[in-house]
């Protein structure tokens, strides 16, 4: 909990307390001593552990020894600041680009383009961006993670109007593609040299009887075979998990079922397709039995009645599957199996998406996706868990605050062998002030 209004950024680590090795550096010491005099410093942390007379004198002569490393007092005084060289960056990802064809020379007004941003995370993001006389436009508004597809179109223009190429860049720098240039006299001594030359013949032979020697010694050619998985099979990994993925059932595509778009529900598509299962309709009433015993219905793996499959439309179907019973991840025993229905998402609903006009589109990379401090889930149920002798429980260097959200909850495991452990909370606000908390539980 942060009781300061500024916005602020912390980090946390929890160690085992019974390893943790005496502190060399904190968050005062990088950035209030050892950045800023000439000269290592041993142990700088000790300078700020404490505000005892002899820890400040100590401090006192650390200081007459090195000397600042950047300011010159004399000249700060008299007014004459540092000059800096190198102005703060201001500037992060941007989308911009330039606009090719012939819409731009034929247009006598203010071109906008429309750009729909589409996330690894399935985030969508729309916006307009006036396009300037020589075709070139800019939005500073863009940050992502990984890659995104940009959908564009030209606002109010049609596909035969809209003529162009758009060329995309992210803002960010580019890879240096210069080729390395040798200097051919600096090789010359060598080469017209006796004794290297004969060297280099040496090297020359013994690199051909290893390839001699690896060339009969290669093995026979080995051939692979694997079987390419099915449509169904690949719906089955993307929809199913847990206790309704693999198991004894029947499954069923209706995403490329041409037959499916001419039953009226889901129960009629059913009928007389599951061997055992007996589904019968009369009106709005419907019942469905397996084996004599009632059939459960699960709509995204969540618990529904046969009422509620019944009004759903077909065409937002993609996967079903029926699950012989028993069936275990029903209420009731599941004697009577399941119908596991699972509704189109993502890039397999043709209703909702973003490219079904045939909007063009390219790929856009973004930062790099920073990795996370692994943690291990003890929630998940599993057969059997390894010793666990983590000395680093939890760390996280993105703890943020400001006044609307002050709190951060955190969740961690400890490991089987810890009683006591070390917590370091370290962290900046925006008006530049500092904190360091060390806290013990046992």
Request: glycine share 8%; no cysteine.
């Amino acid at each position: 909990m942060v009781k300061d209004t500024a916005a602020t950024n912390m980090s946390i680590s929890i160690t085992d307390a019974s390893v943790v090795m005496p502190e060399q550096q904190s968050i005062y010491s990088d950035f209030l001593l050892s950045s800023d005099i000439k000269g290592k410093v041993y142990n700088p942390a000790y300078y700020f552990s404490s505000d005892a007379d002899s820890v400040a004198a100590h401090l006192d002569l650390v200081m007459l020894t090195n000397g600042w490393r950047r300011f010159d007092w004399s000249k700060i005084k008299a007014g004459i600041l540092p000059t800096l060289k190198y102005p703060r960056e201001t500037e992060v990802m941007k989308l911009t680009g330039k606009l090719y064809g012939t819409a731009l020379s034929k247009s006598s007004e203010n071109l906008l383009l429309n750009l729909i941003l589409n996330g690894k995370d399935s985030t969508n993001k729309m916006l307009f961006v006036p396009v300037a006389k020589d075709g070139t436009f800019e939005d500073k508004s863009v940050f992502f993670y990984d890659t995104s597809r940009v959908y564009y179109s030209l606002n109010g223009k049609s596909k035969q109007e809209n003529q162009t190429v758009v060329q995309f860049e992210n803002g960010l720098l580019k890879p240096s593609t210069n080729k390395l240039q040798l200097d051919q006299v600096a090789f010359q001594p060598y080469t017209t040299d006796s004794l290297a030359r004969a060297k280099l013949n040496l090297f020359l032979l013994e690199q051909e009887k290893q390839r001699k020697l690896l060339a009969s010694m290669t093995l026979t050619e080995v051939v692979v075979k694997a079987r390419v998985k099915t449509p169904v099979q690949l719906l089955e990994e993307k929809y199913a998990t847990g206790l309704f993925s693999g198991g004894d059932g029947y499954s069923f595509d209706l995403s490329s079922d041409g037959l499916a778009l001419g039953a009226v529900d889901v129960l009629t598509y059913l009928q007389s397709k599951v061997p055992g299962l007996n589904i019968s309709t009369a009106g709005s009433q419907a019942s469905a039995t397996w084996r004599g015993s009632k059939t459960d219905f699960f709509l995204n793996e969540s618990n529904s009645s046969i009422e509620q499959v019944q009004n759903i439309n077909i065409s937002e179907i993609a996967f079903v599957k029926a699950i012989r019973p028993p069936f275990f991840g029903s209420m009731n025993g599941g004697s009577g199996g399941a119908i596991a229905i699972y509704t189109k998402r993502g890039t397999s609903n043709k209703g909702g998406n973003i490219n079904s006009k045939g909007m063009e589109n390219v790929v856009l990379g973004g930062y790099s996706v920073f990795k996370e401090f692994f943690q291990p889930d003890y929630d998940k149920p599993t057969a059997s868990f390894e010793a666990d002798n983590r000395t680093t429980l939890y760390w996280n260097p993105f703890l943020l605050t400001n006044k609307r959200s002050p709190r951060v909850r955190i969740e961690f495991y400890n490991n089987d062998i810890s009683k006591k452990l070390q917590i370091v909370l370290e962290g900046m606000n925006t008006n530049g002030r500092l904190t360091r908390v060390v806290k013990y539980i046992e």
